[in-house]
């Protein structure tokens, strides 16, 4: 099994977010101004109670400065319930106008005593690979 690399991570009350990007050149067309990148993301729970994700909250941001707000329940269709020691993986994906940009972001949590608190996404670059890094 490959064990996956996360380049970005931010810990929120003691719920650790990483994110890994890809870009997919096998979906994009540049050409027509149609970029897509996938995102791995990794949700542990280091804390003492059990954690529910209700929702999430998403601003990105292409290379002109153009933003765009994704609000939703849960993640892929779940609110997933993280066990203490625990974590929740999966994989989404953005589509962009440019061949560059960048995505943050939150959730909110429910812990298992019902106290509600939210977790940062940290700040991640959606890059051509190989490609020289824009300025946001």
Not at 27 to 33: L, N, T, Y
Not at 65 to 91: C, K, S, T
Request: aromatic letters at 8%; glycine letters at 12%.
């Amino acid at each position: 099994m490959i064990r996956q690399i996360f380049p970005y991570a931010e810990t929120t009350a003691d719920i650790t977010v990483r994110v890994a990007p890809h870009y997919l050149p096998e979906q994009s067309d540049p050409d027509r101004g149609y970029h897509v990148w996938a995102y791995h993301v990794r949700v542990e729970n280091g804390g003492t109670q059990g954690v529910r994700l209700l929702s999430r909250r998403w601003t990105i941001i292409d290379a002109t400065g153009r933003i765009e707000e994704v609000v939703g329940d849960g993640v892929v269709g779940v609110q997933p319930l993280i066990a203490p020691g625990g974590a929740y993986d999966y994989v989404s994906g953005c589509p962009l106008a440019t061949a560059s940009g960048r995505m943050h972001g939150r959730y909110v949590m429910q812990a298992d005593d019902g106290e509600r608190f939210m977790v940062a996404i940290p700040q991640f670059k959606l890059e051509l690979p190989g490609a020289r890094p824009a300025v946001h």
